[in-house]
């Protein structure tokens, strides 16, 4: 579970990019982070992750505070950013391999995870390869093989699906929704709302530092003109 209770953050003293915002990620659920660009997604996750700090508020994940309890709130969760471009000298096998060392995975696991998820998403040929040479798509899929690894309870990530081929897409969502319905948490960021309704439990949509509906969206659309689109209704939420 991720609790995150009026957080902000503030750049150049003058700039917020998060604006007191709480919110919360059930076990067993799916919630789409939602919102137009520079609306504050990407400095949400970032501040769950650790990546950045937040100047004020609390987060939790699974009950660790990441300001306090830094170590053990990482080891809760996966985290695969917006920009796959990490690790470029290192071959596939050898990012896992790392990885698996990182969170103490025992080689019999680390190898049945390894060959589970590389074949479900089409990498078991390229881990010899070195990162650098991969496609966007196959970085993104080397890092998501990479949180799959330690089998976190929350996986966070930020536009996951960009630059994946239908059947990984497909097998992403899958494999999220698996993780579900073994009560792990998922947090992810898209602005594509289409694949937020057909995966979502819950959506959170936040504009200019500001969440400005969190819920499902039946609600969502419950409370609007029958008439109007997902895309008509994301507007007219998000115009402030």
């Known amino acids: ?41 990407t400095t949400t996750l970032n501040m769950i992750t650790g990546v950045l700090k937040q100047d004020s508020g609390t987060i939790k994940i699974n009950g660790h505070d990441t300001l306090i309890d830094t170590i053990q709130s990482k080891k809760e969760f996966g985290f695969v950013g917006d920009s796959p471009n990490s690790f470029l000298k290192l071959k596939g096998i050898e990012y896992l391999n790392f990885i698996a060392n990182i969170y103490e995975i025992d080689q019999a696991t680390k190898l049945q995870r390894i060959d589970k998820y590389t074949k479900a998403l089409d990498m078991e040929n390229a881990l010899g390869d070195r990162i650098s040479s991969y496609s966007h798509g196959m970085r993104q899929k080397i890092m998501v093989i990479g949180i799959l690894i330690h089998d976190p309870n929350v996986m966070i990530l930020d536009e996951p699906l960009t630059g994946l081929d239908p059947k990984s897409s497909y097998t992403l969502k899958e494999i999220m929704k698996e993780r579900t319905r073994e009560g792990k ?56």
């Not at 709480?22 to 609306?39: Q, R």
């Not at 309704?197 to 419950?222: F, H, P, Q, S």
């Open 1 to 41: 579970m991720i609790k995150i209770e009026n957080i902000t953050k503030t750049y150049n003293k003058t700039f917020v990019a998060v604006d007191d915002i709480s919110m919360a990620v059930k076990p067993g659920s799916i919630v789409g982070f939602i919102g137009p660009n520079g609306a504050g997604k």
């Open 185 to 240: 948490s998922v947090l992810f960021s898209t602005h594509v709302l289409e694949v937020a309704e057909k995966l979502c439990d819950e959506i959170v949509i936040i504009n200019k530092g500001r969440i400005l509906y969190t819920g499902t969206l039946e609600a969502l659309k419950a409370q609007h003109d029958d008439s109007l689109s997902l895309e008509e209704i994301f507007l007219e939420v998000t115009r402030i």
